[in-house]
Structures are given as structure tokens and as C-alpha cells.
């Protein structure tokens, strides 16, 4: 990659789920261009060992415990933030949980947890940070989406739900606040190689995980799944000033699933 392209230098960039999987990628690929980077993670000690990481390579990294699905604990963290960096130029919206279940036995309680994390998270992070991007003129908002967001997907009844909402609420914050120059967009990952799926696989699959791992491999076109840095990589791009007359916009990056 050239040294002038896609740069975030000054820039302050909040990454939720920053302490691993995409979020981590998203975040090491970050501070790798310049950015000084939040880490907002449940697990704090996960957000640290990825800011530990990111300060040994020479890059500026924060970690902050923060529940999303929260709206106190949301506002605590980027009154804190914003303490110490008043202009937040960056959100990304990774932090999300998933479900595997049908319209049949997705309990009610399922539904709502998917809802809070992955529905009420963006709009919460979104919330605390436009004022921000208003006060100094724009911003850039990443929000995870998914393929599901588009097609269907066998037993992801709650998660195709919060999925198309993301989708929903990124066209919305483009349109209402393209007047203030801050662009929102959002990338739709088919199945990416992460060690969430590892553990999945080994939780509810074990002595078959290279078999199954096959099959999620071989479900997109190019037969393999994906890289969280192959999605950071899209994601550095929608950050950057290169992506400047981009908004509203969604990005699969799913190994040709859509095009079947």
C-alpha cells in the first residue's frame, strides 16, 4: 500500500468489539495508518492486549471497557473520551453478537439481547458521537452490516432482524447528516475467519471441526471465508479522506456470495 493512501493521521478513530476478530483488525490496520485509536470492548482486558500491541509498533491506542447494549455505560465512556479528545473523526460500529435459531425457537429473551447489542449499540455510539463530528466539521461512521442484511439466511431469524436494521440505520444517519459532512457507511461481510467461528465450531460441533470448517469455507464462491483484515482493509477505505464522496453506501465483501 502506498504511504500516501488512506492515511488517518490526527484523526481520532472509536472502535467497538475492538479486542478481537474483525474489530482488532480493524483497529491494528487503523493505528497502522496513523490514527490514534480508541478500543471500546466488553472485555477490557482483551481491548488492552490489542492497545498493548498497537503501542509496541509505535501507534497511540486506548482501551476502555464499554457495554454497548448500555446507554449509561455508552455515555460514560465518551465523556471520558472526549475529555481527552474533543474531535472524534472515526466510528466504527463492530461491536455485535450473533444467534443461530428460526422464528420458532428464538425465545423472546434472544430476540431482545440481539436487539440491544446489535440495534441499540450502533444507535447509542452513534448518538454520543455526532456531536462531536458536527462541532468540527464531519466525520466518518463504519457500521458492520452483514450479507444477511440483504438475503436470507437459514435459522438467523433475530440476527438477519438486527442486520437489516444496520443497513436501515445507515442509509438514515447519511441522509440526515450529510449537510454536516459526516458520511456513514456500512460493509456486509458474508462468513469471515475468526476465532468466534473457531470456538463456535469446537462448541457445538466437536471431532467434525475440520469438516464444518470446509463447508464455511465452502459456502462463498471463492472458496474460502474471509480475513478480519480483508474487512478492515474495506473498512480503511470508508475511513479515509479517499472515500470522501461516499455515503449512504453498502459494501459486501463476501467472496461472491451475492452474485449466486
Known amino acids: 500500500m502506498s504511504d500516501t493512501l488512506f492515511r488517518l493521521d490526527s484523526k481520532t478513530a472509536v472502535v467497538t468489539g475492538a479486542g478481537s476478530g474483525i474489530g482488532e483488525a480493524i483497529s491494528l490496520l487503523y493505528a497502522e495508518r496513523g490514527a490514534r485509536v480508541v478500543l471500546l470492548d466488553l472485555d477490557l482486558a482483551a481491548a488492552e492486549r490489542v492497545a498493548r500491541t498497537i503501542a509496541a ?20 465512556s465518551f465523556r471520558a473520551i472526549l475529555d481527552r479528545h474533543p474531535h472524534l ?12 435459531g428460526n422464528a420458532l425457537n428464538t425465545t423472546s429473551a434472544d430476540f431482545e439481547r440481539l436487539f440491544r447489542v446489535n440495534v441499540l449499540g450502533v444507535h447509542h455510539c452513534t448518538q454520543a458521537v455526532l456531536p462531536s463530528m458536527i462541532a468540527h466539521g464531519g466525520g466518518a461512521i463504519v457500521n458492520l452490516a452483514s450479507i444477511a442484511s440483504f438475503v436470507a439466511l437459514k435459522d438467523r431469524w433475530a440476527y438477519s432482524m438486527t442486520k437489516g436494521a444496520v443497513l436501515s440505520m445507515t442509509r438514515a444517519t447519511a441522509l440526515d447528516f450529510v449537510e454536516h459532512k459526516v458520511r456513514c457507511n456500512c460493509v456486509a461481510p458474508a462468513r469471515v475467519h475468526t476465532p468466534f467461528v473457531d470456538g463456535f465450531v469446537a462448541r457445538h460441533h466437536p471431532g ?4 464444518v470448517k470446509a463447508a464455511l469455507h465452502k459456502y462463498q464462491p471463492v472458496g474460502r471465508m474471509g480475513t478480519p483484515r480483508e474487512v478492515a482493509q474495506l473498512c480503511l477505505y470508508l475511513a479515509s479522506d479517499e472515500a470522501s464522496f461516499v455515503t449512504g453506501a453498502a459494501y459486501p465483501i463476501d467472496g461472491g456470495v451475492l452474485m449466486q
Do not use: F, K, T, Y
Open 57 to 76: 509498533a509505535g501507534g497511540a491506542a486506548w482501551a476502555l471497557a464499554c457495554d454497548v447494549s448500555d446507554e449509561a455505560s455508552v455515555a460514560q
Open 89 to 100: 473523526a472515526i466510528l466504527v460500529n463492530n461491536a455485535g453478537i450473533a444467534h443461530v
Open 208 to 211: 467434525r471441526e475440520e469438516e
